[in-house]
Antibody, heavy 118, light 112 residues
Framework: EVQLVESGGGLEQPGGSLRLSCAAS????????MNWVRQAPGKGLEWVSY????????YYADSVKGRFTISRDNAKNSLYLQMNSLRDEDTAVYYC???????????WGQGTLVTVSS | DIVMTQTPLSSPVTLGQPASISCRSS???????????LSWVQQRPGQPPRLLIY???NRFSGVPDRFSGSGAGTDFTLKISRVEAEDVGVYYC?????????FGGGTKVELK
């Protein structure tokens, strides 16, 4: 069974940092691209970042470029999102999602809540 | 960036009746490889998103056949043939043709 479990969320002050993790199981993690997506309270979905299976290709949304860094450790079956210079508007539930070779987002995690507030 | 526009924002429906959601993209979603990477996801209250339909009309594993997708180019539709109570939630279209990946604003399906 495919499982994606996010962790690392919490309360952080503006300007602070957090590191999110996504632990993958039930599939060959190193064969899949991965994404982070977020959802602000009561709002819609916003794509945040993409990383290819080998980490050779990485993309970011303009809203996080220069502040967030996506990475992965295929030996540990884990995906990460380093979030620096946090802003109030980064407050959201952050989901990791798997991307198949045919560009299908087939599995999503349960999400981890990040709250940025003083 | 490709803008995805969904209508309606809200769709009150009666159990057993059909529902339809439209999604329009600001530019064609046909990729250079010939595929159209338009998906639909469902988000039930308090739950993470769940894939329903990929590449316009392909139902994901375990998705009931009352859900169907259609369309081409820039105009797409998700239909629920007979709404059941478990279908209540917000539905999003999303394009994976081009980065940045973008979502529609969501359509809330609720019972009358």
């Amino acid at each position: 069974e495919v499982q994606l479990v996010e962790s690392g969320g919490g309360l952080e002050q503006p300007g602070g940092s957090l590191r999110l993790s996504c632990a993958a199981s039930g599939f060959t993690f190193s064969s899949y691209s991965m994404n982070w997506v977020r959802q602000a309270p009561g709002k819609g979905l916003e794509w945040v970042s993409y990383i290819s299976s080998s980490s050779s290709t990485i993309y970011y949304a303009d809203s996080v470029k220069g502040r967030f860094t996506i990475s992965r450790d295929n030996a540990k079956n884990s995906l990460y999102l380093q979030m620096n210079s946090l802003r109030d508007e980064d407050t959201a539930v952050y989901y990791c999602a798997r991307l198949r070779g045919d560009r299908t987002w087939d599995y999503w995690g349960q999400g981890t809540l990040v709250t940025v507030s003083s | 960036d490709i803008v995805m526009t969904q209508t309606p924002l809200s769709s009150p429906v009666t159990l057993g009746q059909p529902a339809s959601i439209s999604c329009r993209s600001s530019q064609s979603l046909v990729h250079s490889d010939g595929n159209t990477y338009l998906s639909w996801v469902q988000q039930r209250p308090g739950q993470p998103p769940r894939l329903l339909i990929y590449k316009i009309s392909n139902r994901f594993s375990g998705v009931p056949d009352r859900f169907s997708g259609s369309g081409a180019g820039t105009d797409f539709t998700l239909k629920i043939s007979r709404v059941e109570a478990e279908d209540v939630g917000v539905y999003y279209c999303m394009q994976v043709t081009q980065f940045p990946l973008t979502f529609g604003g969501g359509t809330k399906v609720e019972l009358k």
